[in-house]
């Protein structure tokens, strides 16, 4: 979600500002390049500016639109992922069987315990769901159940959906037969978002769960992430710098203050994106 909230209210406005400004520029100055300065020159790049301010709103409007169902698609896969972490088992294979059979060829034919046994173009599969946390990955043994698993329900090939990471050894295990296909963290939030966008309510319940944390705590996170360290270690070096070359104790504070919150955000946590 950061990445629709880089820049403050005011630094939007400046710039939209500006931009105006330019556009005003450019088309009073077009029809005084070719009429000279005259009263209809004015009034053709008045109309001219309306007419290109116009399409610019247009424009805006449409990627702000395009920015929204993608956040929206992103937070309801996110969702709906960490939704299935919490079920049993079964109904987070049904689950993600039922989505991908939406998206490709996929016949479901029956549940069992290790996945849910689909055709797929002629060939039978296992569809699993692995219900692991974002940070873990998955290792070759997993892998080899779930071969094991495919082999013994006489399916050519498994399909594992992931919310988590894969290991590069469990990749080399999914070589061997019967062959299994990864579907990515992000293949299945995409999948799932398409499926079921975020809606208001749900938005409105996950704001009420953001805001449960106290204001402290959460200025707190964002001033010790450990992202900012790097930063703060160099504000504080160029103004300790400073103190050195002048004498002046109101760099010394400073920079001292950065170097400490420097120190401090190595010993924190790095913020955690998405939900």
Wanted: proline share 3%.
């Amino acid at each position: 979600m950061e990445e629709y909230l880089q820049k403050t209210r005011l630094s939007q406005r400046l710039d939209a500002l500006g931009l105006h400004f330019l556009l005003v520029m450019l088309s009073v100055g077009w029809f005084v390049l070719l009429w000279g300065l005259r009263l209809t020159a004015l009034l053709a790049g008045g109309a001219l500016y309306g007419l290109l301010a116009v399409i610019l709103q247009k424009g805006r409007d449409s990627r702000l639109k395009r920015k929204e169902q993608r956040l929206r698609r992103q937070l309801g896969g996110e969702m709906a992922l960490e939704r299935l972490l919490l079920t049993s088992p079964e109904k987070a294979h049904f689950e993600a069987a039922v989505t991908l059979s939406l998206r490709y060829p996929l016949t479901l034919l029956r549940m069992e315990e290790t996945g849910v046994l689909c055709d797929l173009r002629g060939e039978k599969a296992l569809v699993s769901f692995v219900q692991l946390p974002r940070k873990d990955a998955v290792t070759p043994a997993q892998v080899l159940s779930c071969q094991r698993a495919a082999r013994a329900l006489g399916a050519e090939r498994a399909i594992l959906c992931l919310p988590c990471g894969i290991r590069e050894d469990a990749r080399e295990q999914a070589a061997a037969g019967p062959r299994v296909t990864f579907l990515s963290r992000e293949r299945m939030i995409a999948l799932f978002g398409a499926q079921a966008p975020v809606t208001n309510d749900q938005l409105v319940a996950l704001g009420r769960r953001k805001q449960k944390r106290t204001p402290l705590r959460r200025w707190l996170r964002r001033v010790l992430d450990r992202r900012k360290a790097r930063r703060y270690a160099l504000y504080g070096g160029l103004l300790l710098g400073l103190y050195l070359a002048t004498g002046l104790l109101c760099y010394a504070l400073p920079g001292l203050t950065c170097a400490f919150l420097a120190a401090a955000c190595r010993c924190g946590k790095e913020e955690e994106e998405g939900l």
